[in-house]
């Protein structure tokens, strides 16, 4: 068990260990359950959605579909070269 200690300003400090459990990085975000009896449950958030929303957001409007063969060929000249 771990024991955290209340600041004067109402916060309290996770351990290491404690995000390291949760999974939690620096900038994510943990949510916080209020549960009856004055417990909470603690999670770490998780973004959803599908794998497919991030295809998405790569595709542009009508923009030309590239043949694999030339989609290589950009990239073998790296991203500044010229068509």
């Known amino acids: 068990m ?5 600041t004067a300003k109402g916060q309290v400090t996770l351990r290491k260990d404690v995000l390291k459990h949760l999974g ?5 975000k943990i ?6 009896d004055g417990r909470i449950e603690m999670k770490a958030e998780r973004p959803a ?16 579909s590239l043949p694999i ?8 000249r790296g991203w500044a070269g010229e068509r």
């Open 2 to 6: 771990t024991t955290l200690t209340v």
């Open 24 to 28: 939690v990085h620096p900038g994510e």
């Open 31 to 36: 949510t916080i359950e209020k549960l009856p």
């Open 49 to 64: 959605g599908k794998i497919s929303d991030v295809f998405n957001l790569l595709k542009r409007d009508q923009a030309p």
């Open 69 to 76: 063969e030339e989609i290589k060929e950009i990239a073998k």
